[in-house]
């Protein structure tokens, strides 16, 4: 592993592009037209003490806006990443997703692949100004970017005036209406509950639902996908109550929940048993699409009022180690969607979890196996010699039919929306197991 990291250092550069202005690499800066200073850095490597070779800084100069690239280098490919910020460790693990992928560390068989990284660190212009930086300056066929929901939307506009694919991940709805040039690979809210009303009518004969939601954007936006998903598969919705994220005493929305009004001072469990009968609920599940410390919050406020008989949902929020720290017993048999899960039964799961933590010592998690999956569905287009340009690239993304990843089957459309089968999780005995 070391001798690969060596190998990685030496052969791959990094570059990283700042709020000033973005940077140029000497070996593929466009002769006509003056870049911003390259600033070339090896990827932190640990366990090894090598020193990297020594690199000559340019001068900084102005940024300069180019047009957009005719031209490409083909088996160039950029990746956007938060490499520095609040979030550069998950962008550097996808950066060793993608490498993985690209078979970068492969010594008897030479990737023929370039991997061009820009870091997009924590703002829309870092964003904004790596995928400027990669269509037009590194001149790469296609670009793999992480992002929020706010960058996102940069990184589509950008793409799409540059006239060059990209492909997206990330939660946003709605990002890949940008242009033509615009993908996404995501299990989105909306393919989540779309998996989650079905499996609660088909696997579980529930009909009706009640939520819980924090009262902000994602909640909102969650309970109105909720509703729209539900009329489709034949689910009804019957309450809908809001709840501060700042509160922590849930006794209100319990009270709305259930009909009962109970206070602090009173446990439903301390009422005579024929009061308890009137605590019959009159819906089947409960989705709450908020965090895993937040829901393991109010369900044990649920449990402490004795609120039972309801089957508990959640979105991929509810992912997390904290999900099965203190108070997991309030979550047995909760179900939940994503897109990955590290013990999963596709062989293509177990397969990219062997190799990942062969190569790094460390479990995959989700936005890993996204990346991992996202590099291998764009070098499978690439295999075929014929595409040689972004416009063909873009035609051959979209006939991508069934790709087999670490994610499960994956499909592009007219909506070029990947297609995806959730993978339905359970909290069962303490731990989450799949079940579909």
């Not at 052969?11 to 870049?35: D, E, N, Q, R």
Request: with cysteine; charged share 20%; hydrophobic share 45%.
């Amino acid at each position: 592993m070391k001798n690969y990291r060596l190998l990685a250092a030496i052969s791959i550069i990094f570059l990283f592009v700042f709020l000033t202005g973005c940077v140029k690499g000497p070996s593929i800066a466009p002769k006509k037209a003056a870049m911003p200073e390259m600033k070339a850095v090896e990827k932190p490597l640990p366990a090894v003490q090598v020193k990297p070779p020594e690199i000559k800084q340019p001068e900084q100069k102005p940024l300069v806006v180019l047009p957009p690239s005719r031209s490409v280098n083909r088996n160039t490919i950029g990746c956007v990443f938060p490499l520095t910020g609040r979030f550069a460790d998950a962008g550097s693990k996808a950066l060793d997703a993608v490498l993985l992928s690209a078979e970068i560390f492969n010594q008897r068989f030479p990737s023929p692949w370039k991997i061009v990284v820009a870091d997009s660190g924590e703002t829309p212009d870092g964003m904004k100004d790596a995928v400027a930086y990669l269509a037009d300056g590194a001149k790469v066929m296609a670009i793999v970017a992480i992002s929020g929901t706010v960058e996102a939307v940069i990184a589509a506009r950008e793409a799409q005036k540059r006239q060059v694919p990209v492909i997206l991940i990330t939660s946003k709805e709605g990002v890949t209406e940008v242009g033509e040039y615009v993908f996404q690979h995501f299990l989105t809210p909306t393919q989540q509950i779309e998996a989650l009303t079905k499996y609660a009518l088909d696997r579980s004969n529930i009909a009706i639902f009640s939520i819980l939601y924090p009262q902000d954007d994602y909640g909102e936006e969650m309970v109105r996908i909720f509703r729209s998903e539900a009329q489709k598969t034949g689910v009804k919705v019957g309450k809908a109550i809001p709840y501060s994220k700042t509160q922590t005493d849930f006794t209100e929305q319990i009270n709305k929940l259930t009909g009962h009004k109970t206070g602090a001072s009173e446990k439903v469990y301390a009422m005579p048993q024929e009061a308890k009968f009137k605590l019959s609920l009159n819906f089947g599940a409960l989705f709450i699409p908020d965090s895993a410390l937040r829901v393991k919050m109010i369900t044990s406020q649920l449990a402490f009022y004795d609120v039972k008989g309801m089957q508990l949902f959640g979105t991929s929020l509810w992912h997390s180690p904290d999900l099965l720290k203190k108070g997991v017993e309030y979550l047995e048999g909760a179900i939940f969607a994503d897109s990955f899960f590290v013990n999963g039964f596709l062989p293509e799961t177990n397969d990219f979890v062997d190799i990942y933590y062969s190569a790094y010592s460390r479990e995959p998690v989700n936005i890993d196996a996204l990346s991992y999956d996202t590099m291998g569905v764009v070098l499978s287009v690439l295999e075929d010699q014929q595409i040689k340009t972004r416009a063909e690239f873009v035609q051959a993304l979209l006939a991508v039919e069934r790709f087999r990843g670490a994610t499960g089957s994956i499909s592009f459309g007219g909506s070029r929306v990947a297609q995806k089968d959730a993978f339905i999780l359970r909290v069962q005995n303490g731990k989450i197991e799949q079940v579909k």
